[in-house]
């Protein structure tokens, strides 16, 4: 390979990984610092502040990091939500965990959901109904692959179903964007070769 050649294919390289590491981020998904980087909807009563980010509760630990996000339910019929815009690209993963606890029984079907709200695609939900009187799942993992690039809202919701008493909690953590497989393997791919040629023009212009 010249060394011209070679001045294209770094050129390239750098071109497509560029694209790689610019790839979507959802910002604070581990919620490390807080609630920062997310819009909140919230219904206080009077147990306090119903979006909160905690170390821990009743049994559940982090997935990632030191904090995860807890959603409680409070007013009647009213959701209280966390949301954020995320620019995705088509084949793009958004993952995460989360789970849904309750202190509430039935006919009281107080339900949790996390959805795209464009797609209106549900990647994670739940309800009384689902788990038992006093139930709950396990962190439960997600993935979806986005079909067409664009803005994508993600949100995060809770809501007391017919009073506002006994409320159930959606606990949300390490929500992260995946690049699509295909931009991953070709600057793999590119690294090795170019890490490849570079030595050896270090040998040849060694001697």
């Known amino acids: 390979m010249t060394v011209f050649k070679l001045k294209v294919f770094v050129f390239l390289f750098v071109l ?13 998904g581990g919620f ?6 997310w819009s909140v909807q919230r219904n206080t009563d009077f147990a306090g502040d119903p979006i909160r980010v905690v170390p821990q509760f009743e049994g559940y630990a982090p997935t990632d990091g030191a904090s995860f996000a807890l959603l409680r339910s409070s007013l009647a019929n009213t959701y209280n939500v966390l949301s954020q815009a995320v ?11 989360a789970f849904f606890k309750t202190t509430d029984y039935m006919p009281y079907d107080d339900d949790a959901y996390i959805r795209i709200v464009e797609l209106d ?6 309800r009384v109904s689902a788990v038992g009187d006093y139930g709950g ?5 997600f993935e979806f692959a986005i ?16 009073d506002g008493a006994a409320p159930s909690y959606l606990g949300v953590d390490n929500l992260r964007a995946v690049p699509e497989p295909t931009s991953m393997a070709t600057v793999s791919l590119a690294s090795v070769f170019l890490l490849g040629r570079l030595k050896r023009l270090r040998k040849k212009w060694a001697r």
Do not use: C, H
């Open 147 to 162: 079909p067409t690039t664009g803005t994508y809202t993600i949100e995060l919701a809770i809501r007391n179903a017919m």
């Open 137 to 141: 799942t396990s962190w439960t993992n």
């Open 121 to 126: 695609a549900v990647l994670f939900s739940s």
């Open 87 to 97: 620019n995705l690209k088509a084949g793009d993963r958004l993952a995460g965990s």
């Open 32 to 37: 490390e610092n807080g609630l920062a980087n």
């Open 16 to 28: 497509q990984a560029s694209t790689y590491l610019n790839a979507a981020v959802v910002q604070n």
